[in-house]
């Protein structure tokens, strides 16, 4: 009987505890095995399912490592899987052998040799095999049971370490990168709270609390600056996904070669500068929420990917032909008209009601009466904290001059222009409380002057009359408003030939603001061509 040493047992051992890496672990307990029993190959499979996935291998070509043999359609491996003690197979052996021609140490077909196969079990279940096979036959014929019983205990021990390992480390790299994309959340942006008591805020926040628990993809509009990011952070904090990781995405900062990669990831390889395999942003929310800012900006092709994650919840990163399933919510925001961008072709139909399951509209800073007193005095005290000011107020007067603004930049505007006077007040003296007052914000003074200088020839050229107010008579400012501002627009894009950029420009307002606005007044600029004859 062949025995085999002590000695090469216990440097089995030895070697497997001095391994670090999954590679050096496989690799020393494959030579420590040909060292310890004579053969031509070794290969060590990893069971999944109902297939045996090659971890390492001396001896056979390397395309061997690329190959996933199911067990029922290889008979030695079936007969393998199937014991819980070590199989030799007798080297006249009929069934066919699954390394036929793959042998580095011979040439074609295998002629007789022998052939043993070791599975390899952890808290009694099969979770690999380990095989052996040489050139001279009954040659693992005489080895004793005890031998190969610890070599199939150490080998069955260095896969389950592995495999154990291999999984930590995918939680802690997943982990890793969550944190790093929260941390750099935290650290660019405030999450804030929705601020105001006016009538479309409360209408608002009574959407969000309905909706937020519902699990739907959420499609949120509005202008640019009015807080939709804190409306998509209010819906993630309400839902049940609330400890879950939020992955914010701008559509619109992305180069166009680089989208599919940032959103579904890319493995290495895969194009010109992926030298390394990269986590796409919906692996990083799976199981939490992504939130796509200005979906209106992401190019068609993409928009057919993004909708199979809709549908399906299904992705693939970029150069690998397998999907992966993810577990992922999609908020997405746009200040574009998504409607007028599907007639126009430039958004996929399918996705905008995919997005929209329930739209969420959130309204501009100029539409919410008594809200910019307490957004105000929100933005004061944040402004205080960060520059050290032991009391930051702000004078009556300012209000005034802030109520009377018409916020183009909306919420994210008037944050700014808090900043820039709480600045600008603070280096004009060093007292215990710091006032900011109009003289602080004279930019916007001059801008309210001028609208309210205007509004009087304004309205005369347009053909208004200007009306006398008895006392005690009720004035409805809301349509007046709106019937100002409809006469106002149209006589400047009559002006303007119905150019929208150049009337945008004199209003003193940006393009998309003015469309947005014209179309609530029910205004339309319509072209025709007609022939004299």
């Not at 011979?106 to 599975?119: K, Q, S, T, Y």
């Not at 952890?122 to 040659?139: C, F, H, R, W, Y």
């Not at 009391?391 to 109520?403: E, G, P």
Request: net charge negative.
């Amino acid at each position: 009987m062949i025995d085999i040493s002590s000695t090469a047992l216990i440097e089995l051992a030895l070697d497997l505890t001095n391994s670090l890496t999954t590679k050096d672990r496989f690799d020393r307990l494959l030579s420590t095995v040909r060292r310890a029993v004579s053969c031509d190959a070794v290969v060590l499979l990893h069971v999944q399912g109902e297939r045996l996935k090659p971890l390492a291998q001396q001896g056979l070509s390397k395309d061997s490592l690329g190959r996933r043999f199911d067990i029922q359609q290889h008979p030695r491996f079936e007969v393998i899987c199937g014991s819980s003690t070590p199989v030799r197979f007798a080297s006249d052996c009929e069934l066919p052998d699954p390394y036929d021609g793959m042998l580095l140490s011979h040439e074609g077909d295998l002629p007789v040799h022998a052939c043993m196969g070791l599975p390899l079990m952890a808290d009694e279940q099969l979770i690999g095999v380990l095989t052996l096979d040489s050139m001279t036959p009954n040659v693992f014929d005489e080895l004793p049971e005890k031998s190969l019983d610890i070599i199939s205990a150490m080998a069955a021990a260095t896969l389950k370490t592995a495999i154990l390992l291999q999984e930590l480390e995918s939680h802690s790299q997943h982990s890793l990168e969550v944190v790093a994309e929260l941390t750099h959340e935290a650290l660019v942006k405030d999450g804030g709270e929705l601020i105001g008591d006016s009538e479309a805020m409360i209408k608002l926040k009574r959407e969000i609390d309905m909706v937020a628990v519902s699990g739907f993809s959420i499609l949120i509009e509005g202008e640019t600056g009015v807080g939709k990011e804190l409306v998509a952070r209010t819906l993630h904090r309400q839902s049940a996904r609330g400890e879950a990781p939020l992955v914010y995405v701008n559509c619109a900062a992305l180069p166009e070669n680089l989208i599919e990669s940032e959103l579904f990831g890319h493995v290495k390889g895969a194009f010109t500068g992926a030298d390394r395999n990269r986590t796409g942003k919906f692996s990083l929310a799976d199981g939490g929420t992504i939130f796509l800012d200005e979906i209106g900006e992401l190019p068609l092709g993409v928009q057919s990917k993004l909708l199979r994650a809709l549908q399906s919840q299904e992705i693939q990163p970029v150069g690998k032909d397998a999907t992966e399933q993810v577990n992922v919510r999609i908020l997405a925001a746009t200040n574009r008209e998504l409607k007028e961008e599907v007639k126009e072709g430039r958004f996929r139909a399918d996705l905008y009601h995919r997005l929209s399951v329930y739209p969420i509209s959130v309204p501009p800073l100029r539409n919410r009466e008594g809200d910019i007193t307490l957004l105000t005095g929100y933005f004061i005290e944040q402004v205080r904290r960060k520059l050290g000011i032991q009391q930051l107020t702000i004078d009556s007067s300012a209000i005034h001059v802030l109520s009377q603004y018409d916020w183009p930049g909306n919420v994210r505007e008037l944050e700014h222009v808090i900043g820039r006077g709480a600045l600008r007040a603070k280096g004009r003296g060093n007292k215990a409380i710091v006032r900011i007052d109009t003289s602080h914000i004279e930019q916007l003074v001059d801008s309210v002057e001028r609208l309210l200088d205007n509004k009087k020839p304004t309205m005369t050229k347009v053909g208004r009359v200007e009306a006398e107010i008895s006392a005690g008579e009720s004035i409805a400012l809301k349509q007046e408003t709106e019937s100002f501002q409809r006469d106002l627009i149209t006589q400047v894009l009559s002006q303007e030939s119905g150019n929208w950029s150049a009337a945008a420009k004199r209003l003193q307002t940006d393009r998309a603001n003015l469309n947005r606005l014209a179309k609530r007044l029910g205004i339309q600029v319509t072209k025709s061509i007609s022939v004299k004859l």
